[in-house]
């Protein structure tokens, strides 16, 4: 369960971070999903190198398990150090189509342009890369 929040966390931050307006005025604005099929290639891949960038915080090109994002404890738990491990590793699975262990900028933009705009059976592949114990 902690694998599927953290997808959706991950695209949720993605979606709020390139259109923080819709808490001004949601209602006279077009959704998130149509505004980014309106987006041009140039400024898709621009706004996705901008988040990769973001993730990447020692520049080198990858995003690797220590840059990868991982939800909070529940209110009132513990840090549990191996649960926030855990987080990274499934975002990583997410990406990292060559198994190399990190997410360089083609995959992620690859990826999370086909998850936004919702090409393929992503909740599937989601699915089959869960954890067994997060399900």
Same mark, same amino acid.
């Given at each position: 369960m902690r694998s599927v929040l953290l997808a959706v966390t991950t695209l949720a931050a993605f979606a709020s971070s390139v259109?923080?307006?819709?808490?001004?005025?949601?209602?006279?604005?077009?959704?998130?999903?149509? #505004? &980014?099929?309106?987006?041009?290639?140039? !400024?898709r891949d621009a706004e996705l190198n901008r988040i990769f960038n973001e993730f990447d915080?020692? #520049?080198?090109?990858?995003?690797?398990?220590? !840059?990868?994002?991982? &939800?909070?404890p529940e209110p009132g738990q513990a840090v549990n150090p191996a649960a926030e491990i855990e987080d990274a590793k499934f975002f990583? =699975?997410?990406?990292d189509t060559n198994?190399?262990?990190?997410? =360089? &900028? =083609?995959?992620?933009r690859?990826?999370?342009?086909?998850?936004? &705009?919702?090409l393929g059976d992503t909740d599937k592949a989601i699915r089959e890369k869960m954890p067994q114990d997060r399900k």
């Open positions: 259109f923080a307006q819709d808490v001004i005025e949601p209602k006279s604005k077009p959704s998130f999903g149509d #505004r &980014l099929k309106q987006m041009t290639p140039q !400024e915080k020692n #520049r080198d090109g990858h995003i690797t398990v220590d !840059e990868a994002p991982h &939800l909070p990583i =699975s997410l990406y198994e190399d262990r990190k997410v =360089s &900028l =083609s995959e992620y690859a990826k999370a342009a086909a998850m936004l &705009l919702g």
